[in-house]
């Protein structure tokens, strides 16, 4: 296994390798030295842990980009999800669980971010009692997903502030923040105790970690290191050369 400093304790996102089989992403992201798996479904959860590894972040039903807690009516069915999947998290060693906002449909931040504070109100006992973190997902509107309302910093951590729970936070998405905001760094400092996660992705393009795109990477690692985070960062980019190696390279980058 290759040795890490364990510094950033890094992992990666399963839908990025769609062609590969579970168990061989697991298998290989243990011999490189990663942690974990992110965003696999409840079935899943428990594969990684076969390979010494563990799932970093997992699907539980908390509804979809477009359609999620920015909106009532779907807090009834987002809670039955969490309701079912976070215990089963917990049972796995699963530390976090994905939800959104949802997409704006003429609906103003303000109203949306009410929203959501009502919907996180309703849920966090849930992720509180399992000891499990529910992570909001920061998204770009800009190029990936026009319409997504927590599209900035300020707005989810307006929104995580106020719902006021440890086992409540964000997910600070790099690749789409930089999209939207840049500032990197200090945007992370000021606001890490409310973040729980990261997500990576070469900007443009969301693809390899490397001299073709414009975030550097080691001094953005550094950055999280400073600001004490002990959490999980889990690559999410879109191979275009060989999947494993582009792999290994961004684990390497990133083991600052």
């Known amino acids: 296994m290759t040795p890490r400093k364990n510094r950033i304790h890094q992992s990666v996102c399963r839908w990025c390798y769609q062609d590969t089989p579970l168990d061989q992403l697991c298998a290989y992201a243990a011999q490189i030295g990663l942690k974990g798996v992110d965003l696999l479904q409840p079935e899943e959860y428990a594969v990684p842990h076969q390979y010494g590894i563990l799932c970093t972040m997992g699907y539980a039903g908390g509804g979809t980009i477009p359609d999620a807690l920015n909106r009532v009516e779907n807090h009834a069915a987002i809670e039955a999800g969490f309701r079912t999947n976070i215990p089963l998290a917990a049972k796995a060693g699963v530390p976090n669980v994905i939800t959104f906002s949802g997409y ?42 026009p319409d997504y309302m927590c599209d900035h910093t300020a707005w989810g951590v307006r929104v995580v502030q106020e719902v006021n729970s440890p086992n409540v936070k964000l997910l600070y ?40 795109q414009e975030v550097q990477w080691d001094g953005v690692m550094r950055g999280i290191v400073d600001a004490g985070f002990k959490g999980y960062v889990a690559h999410e980019f879109i191979p275009v050369h060989d999947p494993f190696t582009s792999l290994r390279a961004a684990a390497d980058l990133c083991d600052v």
Request: net charge negative; aromatic share 4%; charged share 25%.
């Open 104 to 145: 704006r449909r003429g609906m103003s931040d303000d109203e949306g971010a009410r929203n959501t504070i009502l919907g996180l109100n309703r849920v966090k006992k849930i992720a509180e009692d399992n000891g499990v973190t529910i992570c909001m997902e920061l998204l770009n509107s800009k190029v990936n997903h």
């Open 173 to 212: 998405d790099i690749y789409h923040m930089q999209i939207m905001e840049g500032d990197l760094i200090a945007t992370i400092r000021a606001n890490i105790a409310w973040i729980a996660h990261f997500h990576t992705g070469g900007v443009p393009g969301r693809h390899e970690l490397d001299g073709t």
